[in-house]
T-cell receptor, first 110, second 111 residues
Framework: SQQGEEDPQALSIQEGENATMNCSYKTSINNLQWYRQNSGRGLVHLILIRSNEREKHSGRLRVTLDTSKKSSSLLITASRAADTASYFCATDRYDYKLSFGAGTTVTVRA | DAGVIQSPRHEVTEMGQEVTLRCKPISGHNSLFWYRQTMMRGLELLIYFNNNVPIDDSGMPEDRFSAKMPNASFSTLKIQPSEPRDSAVYFC?????????FGQGTRLTVV
């Protein structure tokens, strides 16, 4: 079964708007990671947040982590057409197991 | 480094045939993962290795699936016999410090 579950399943926004997606997970984690997948390609790592961190930034990406609620969010600011992709959260456990959620499909309209 | 290399990129086979997918991880990476992606089930972790040792194969759907990692630079995922429901994109990924690097995947079609 999936360790992480993303919400919403799909998101359509106008270029320049912000996109927010959420991830909930079930068990204890070492880190939580976010990946992007363009159609027909392999996943690409975006950002990792450790279990003792609450917020992390990387360029136009902002990730939050609430371990008490077992949830994380990914915010993409000032979206661009090139941000159109599927975004996955992944839970990273102490035993190296890396499990992915179902993903959020983001469409950025020009 | 060329990244994670998977072969073949596409495979079409008949039901009942044996299929072998191959993966060359990034040099120096000590963890290797095999995933299967379908529209219905999303991205499923099949098995993962750490330092060439299988750690967790609980995601392998049936005994028809097997995976090996004979050395640090090569892994195989074998399906014998293959069935139409095995049709999917199979990804291999490797990591050294938690961040996983994915190959381009093998699109398997079983007819």
């Amino acid at each position: 079964s999936q360790q992480g579950e993303e919400d919403p399943q799909a998101l359509s926004i106008q270029e320049g708007e912000n996109a927010t997606m959420n991830c909930s997970y079930k068990t204890s984690i070492n880190n939580l990671q976010w990946y992007r997948q363009n159609s027909g390609r392999g996943l690409v790592h975006l950002i990792l947040i450790r279990s003792n961190e609450r917020e992390k930034h990387s360029g136009r990406l902002r990730v939050t982590l609430d371990t008490s609620k077992k949830s994380s969010s990914l915010l993409i600011t000032a979206s661009r057409a090139a941000d159109t992709a599927s975004y996955f959260c992944a839970t990273d456990r102490y035993d190296y197991k890396l499990s992915f959620g179902a993903g959020t499909t983001v469409t950025v309209r020009a | 480094d060329a990244g994670v290399i998977q072969s073949p990129r596409h495979e079409v086979t008949e039901m009942g045939q044996e299929v072998t997918l191959r993966c060359k991880p990034i040099s120096g990476h000590n963890s290797l993962f095999w995933y299967r992606q379908t529209m219905m089930r999303g991205l499923e972790l099949l098995i993962y290795f750490n330092n060439n040792v299988p750690i967790d194969d609980s995601g392998m759907p049936e005994d028809r699936f097997s995976a090996k990692m004979p050395n640090a630079s090569f892994s195989t995922l074998k399906i014998q016999p293959s069935e139409p429901r095995d049709s999917a994109v199979y990804f291999c990924a490797s990591s050294v410090d938690r961040e996983a690097f994915f190959g381009q995947g093998t699109r398997l079609t079983v007819v």
